[in-house]
């Protein structure tokens, strides 16, 4: 960020957020000061534009008694995975644009959004750049949906439903952490 430049809302609330996150792992603590690193060195961290790696926000919706999480076939990875994406210009904060990317990946309102996160994930991305080496560094929310309330799928989706949480479509150790995190805090709330 150059000197006397306006601070960037979204990225003083992620560099306070993730700051101020006690993380539930080794690993997890490992992974947040990597990404306040990267925060620190990137002005435009979290933005798509920056390359090549930039933050990204999603959310783990689970059913109210956290049995179910819901997921979305992603069209362009063609595999299942929570909620979630870029953050955008009107973001001003990380649980500001997980809360906006679930809304708009599953039509579903008044989700009961946890502010602090539950997960952070740097994973490559392929699809996300035509030069490559792209790495989405995800910080992970999770929220509950209304019983019986109805989702919907977005253009950026295949498919989007409950599956079981303990009978995920694609277990990824990732997203069986994610999974069973998100329970922990459910419980714990």
Do not use: I, N
């Amino acid at each position: 960020m150059s000197a006397g430049a306006p601070a960037d809302p979204l990225h003083v609330d992620a560099l306070a957020t993730l700051t101020g996150w006690v993380p539930p792992t080794p690993g997890q603590a490992a992974a947040r000061d990597r990404y306040v690193t990267h925060l620190r060195a990137h002005g435009d961290g979290m933005r798509r534009e920056c390359y090549p790696d930039h933050l990204t926000a999603s959310t783990l919706v689970l059913s109210a008694d956290g049995d179910a999480a819901l997921l979305t076939l992603h069209a362009k990875a063609r595999r299942w995975f929570q909620l979630g994406g870029h953050c955008e210009a009107g973001d001003r904060s990380l649980v500001e644009a997980a809360a906006r990317e679930a809304r708009e990946e599953s039509g579903l309102a008044g989700l009961s959004l946890d502010p602090v996160p539950v997960q952070l994930s740097e994973h490559p991305v392929p699809f996300c750049d035509p030069r490559g080496g792209v790495h989405h560094l995800d910080v992970r929310f999770v929220a509950v949906a209304a019983p019986g309330a109805d989702h919907a799928v977005s253009a950026e989706s295949l498919d989007v439903r409950w599956w079981p949480a303990d009978a995920l479509p694609e277990p990824e150790p990732d997203l069986v952490e994610l999974v069973a995190l998100g329970r922990d805090r459910l419980r714990s709330r």
